[in-house]
Nanobody
Framework: QVQLVESGGGLVQAGGSLRLSCAAS????????MGWFRQAPGKEREFVAA????????FYADSVKGRFTISRDNAKNIVYLQMNSLKPEDTAVYYC??????????????????WGQGTQVTVSS
């Protein structure tokens, strides 16, 4: 069982930046692939970014490529999402998720075993 706690969300103007953090409780954190998803009102949860346990494999949704960066610090059991050049369409609740195994379905919510409660990101125009 893994407990995930997100932080770093808030209100920011378009073009600004935020850095989200996800802290994990499990000592075997480095064995988990980690992902970020987001969900806006009236929309389904969508993939944002993912990173393998070692940090060697990184994937992004087309909508955030070049703007967002996912990283992890396995010594601290934390995964980050650096968000730059934010747009109003980035407004959503952002969720951190953990997967027990590497999967070609890293961009699908069902591929993850544990989820955080989410943190709100609001980008004003």
């Amino acid at each position: 069982q893994v407990q995930l706690v997100e932080s770093g969300g808030g209100l920011v103007q378009a073009g600004g930046s935020l850095r989200l953090s996800c802290a994990a409780s499990d000592r075997t954190f480095r064995r988990y692939a980690m992902g970020w998803f987001r969900q806006a009102p009236g929309k389904e949860r969508e993939f944002v970014a993912a990173i393998s346990g070692s940090g060697g494999g990184i994937f992004y949704a087309d909508s955030v490529k070049g703007r967002f960066t996912i990283s992890r610090d396995n010594a601290k059991n934390i995964v980050y999402l650096q968000m730059n050049s934010l747009k109003p369409e980035d407004t959503a609740v952002y969720y951190c998720a953990a997967s027990k195994a590497l999967s070609s379905s890293y961009y699908r919510p069902w591929g993850y075993d544990y989820w955080g409660q989410g943190t709100q990101v609001t980008v004003s125009s």
